[in-house]
């Protein structure tokens, strides 16, 4: 049986760990990551660079993921059913709420991002498709740890609050603090579950992004399995009630009746 190829395994773990650098690596930090010379690396990256995966900014010479790539990626997105049969009412819901809108499916652990629609006003934002999210800290991955099967946490059988939760794939749960806020004891994060369980759409109240807050709620399939996750996103301001005690339950249900219509698009029965 042939053995791995060193040089392809070398340029995939480039690309992974550049698509975790918003704005950019360097050689050096490349080289220090990977472990190896910066000759090495450095042909590499030169490689991918000729065939349109990574992209160098000229000003400050860091390297990041290029268009290439992402057209790669697309392709596989754009034959996702989830992301295909979601597309019309990620741009009404859009509308709807004033904010950008995500949809996520769970992968590996986190946050998969399939289809990002832009909030519909003239303000400078970045394209989110392909980005992995946290589970615990994002409204989008409460929602699929509440109703995914595979995503939701496992509490420990003797009672112990610091043992690590795991999914139902026995994949420990990193709960990592983003903000001051962000939800990191297994006890905290269980009961947060509970309630979205019981209301049937998950909240971020500044965990992830201090200032930012969202709203999800869970699509489900012909099975009625939950297959991702549908959410709105927005500064503080804009989405709190007045009283400043969470969203706006308007918002709320411009974003179960976006799950709703998607599921039902899916084959899931009313609900």
């Given amino acids: 049986m042939p053995g791995r190829i060193q040089s392809i395994e070398r340029a995939a773990g480039i690309l992974r760990l550049l698509a975790g650098g ?11 990551s990977m472990e190896l010379p910066k000759g090495t690396v450095l042909g590499i990256l030169r490689t ?22 992402l057209r ?18 990620a741009d009404s819901l859009a509308s709807r709420s004033g904010e950008s809108v995500r949809i996520g499916t769970l992968h ?6 399939v289809h990002h629609v832009f909030r519909p006003d003239d303000s400078t934002q970045t394209l989110e498709v392909g980005s992995l999210l946290p589970l615990h800290a994002t409204a989008l991955g ?12 496992v509490p420990s059988e003797d009672g112990d ?9 026995g994949r420990a749960l990193e709960l990592a603090r983003f903000t001051p806020t962000t939800v990191t004891a ?26 930012e807050v969202a709203v999800a709620a869970p699509i489900r399939d012909h099975r009625g399995t939950t297959v991702g996750a549908v959410g709105i ?25 976006a799950a709703r219509s998607i599921s039902r698009e899916l084959g899931a029965h009313s609900w």
């Fill in 233 to 257: 996103s927005g500064a503080v301001e804009r989405l709190h009630g007045p009283d400043g005690e969470g969203p706006r339950m308007e918002l709320v249900s411009y974003v179960r009746d």
């Fill in 142 to 153: 409460k929602a699929l740890m509440a109703f995914d099967p595979l995503a939701m946490p």
């Fill in 72 to 89: 790669l990626g697309t392709r596989y997105l754009d034959g996702n059913e989830l992301r295909t049969r979601a597309l019309n009412w």
């Fill in 48 to 69: 991918l660079q000729h065939v349109g995966f990574v992209e160098q900014d000229e000003a400050t010479g860091h390297y990041r993921l290029g268009g290439g790539l």
């Fill in 186 to 211: 297994p006890d905290d994060l269980l009961d947060e579950l509970d309630r979205v369980r019981a209301r049937g759409w998950a909240g971020e109240d500044e965990e992830l992004i201090e200032g």
């Fill in 22 to 32: 918003a704005r950019g690596l360097s050689l050096a930090e490349i080289s220090r």
């Fill in 108 to 113: 590996e652990g986190q946050v998969l991002v």
């Fill in 161 to 169: 609050a610091d043992r690590p939760l795991e999914d139902g794939n």
